[in-house]
């Protein structure tokens, strides 16, 4: 049931991310697990969680420039997660913007994210926001 984030051969497993099993997650509103929650085409917390993995995954190998496609098997929604500019220094930090593409059936949107490396040398996503449109 748990996903498994493939990215250029190396795989991430995200069972850690869902600990929850399925009957013991509480329904407090009237959207469905694994719904898009908004209908201005944001994406869901469970479809960021595989696109903050790969951003990681993609900074940690040092790919560059070059885009790396991500996807949510559970919910269909993907993108691809591209590299900006160079490592800067943020404090003791060193950090890097990306940007995420997001489909998911009709809904588009692109987000703007930061992850930095942290001392033990693991990327984090710091950030990850929706661009606004227009």
């Known amino acids: 049931m748990f996903g ?7 795989s991430l497993p995200l069972d850690s991310m869902f ?9 407090t ?3 469905t697990p694994g719904a898009n929650l908004s209908q201005t ?4 917390e469970a479809d960021l969680a ?5 951003a990681a995954e993609a900074l940690a190998r040092g790919s560059g420039d070059s885009s790396i496609p991500w996807e ?3 919910t269909g929604a993907g993108g691809n997660i591209t590299p900006l500019a160079a490592a800067y220094a943020e404090g003791a930090l060193f950090c890097r913007d990306f940007l995420a ?3 998911r059936g009709q809904s ?8 930095c490396r942290t001392e033990r040398g693991v990327w984090e996503v710091k950030s990850l926001k929706q661009l606004k449109q227009g």
């Open 4 to 10: 498994v984030v493939a990215a250029g051969g190396c």
């Open 19 to 27: 600990e929850k099993a399925d009957a013991q997650v509480e329904q």
């Open 29 to 31: 509103g009237s959207v």
């Open 41 to 44: 085409g944001a994406p869901s």
């Open 50 to 54: 595989y696109a903050r993995a790969v």
């Open 72 to 74: 949510n098997p559970q």
């Open 101 to 103: 593409s997001y489909v």
């Open 108 to 115: 588009q949107a692109w987000l703007k994210g930061e992850a």
